[in-house]
């Protein structure tokens, strides 16, 4: 056998472990999630204070990680070593989401933006086919001007009405009573 040249693999030495990426995920959030909470800093002190109290003043026989407290290191460097990769693939996760999320929103902008300029043409060109072009101030001058003729109207009408001018009643008189058909 020639070990020059590559050959085919015969075997592995460690089985393929295959994990579903989105459970994988979810745990990583999971457990980052948890970590950034209150509960887990409370417990986190409870574990440090009865371990520290513990080896500090249990009988030397009862005593499993005296002063140095090296065990309690090596916890903590072990939860420091799984908990980093978990927080960052959790944050890769969230990251994504956010990308997505703003593509769509992207999306949603550019596709308002192609419709207030569609609409604005469309409205450009009923103005332009309309010859005269109201503007909005002209519009409010006449529509003021209409609403000062009926309310000088209403105003003469109700001065009527005060006034007791018998023609004004005797019109109304006529106006409510049905006519009869004998």
């Known amino acids: 056998m020639r070990l020059d040249l590559p050959g085919p693999r015969t075997g592995r030495r ?3 472990v ?3 990426s989105e459970t994988f995920g979810r745990f990583a959030e999971s457990v980052a999630r948890f970590m950034g909470t209150a509960k887990f ?3 986190m002190t409870i574990i440090v204070i009865v371990w520290v109290t513990w080896n500090l003043v ?5 005593r499993w990680d005296p002063y140095p407290f090296i065990l309690l ?3 903590f460097s072990t939860q420091a070593s799984y908990s980093a990769p978990l927080i960052l693939l959790a944050q890769n996760r969230q990251e994504d989401r956010d990308r997505m999320s703003m593509a769509e929103d992207r999306r949603v902008t550019v596709q308002s933006r192609s419709d207030m300029d569609f609409l604005a043409r469309e409205v450009a060109a009923i103005r332009m086919q309309m010859g ?3 503007t909005r101030d002209y519009i409010r001058s006449e529509m003021r001007d ?3 003729d009926h309310l000088r109207e209403e105003l003469k009408a109700a001065l009527a009405d005060l006034d007791g001018n018998p023609e004004d009643e005797d019109s109304e008189q006529a106006a409510s009573t ?3 058909h004998d």
Do not use: G, H, S, T
Request: avoid cysteine; aromatic fraction near 12%; charged fraction near 25%.
């Open 18 to 20: 295959q994990l579903d």
């Open 132 to 134: 005269d072009l109201a």
């Open 41 to 43: 800093i409370v417990y």
């Open 146 to 148: 209409e609403l000062q």
């Open 14 to 16: 460690m089985p393929r």
């Open 58 to 62: 249990a009988i030397f026989r009862l």
């Open 73 to 75: 290191n090596l916890f």
């Open 178 to 180: 049905p006519e009869r």
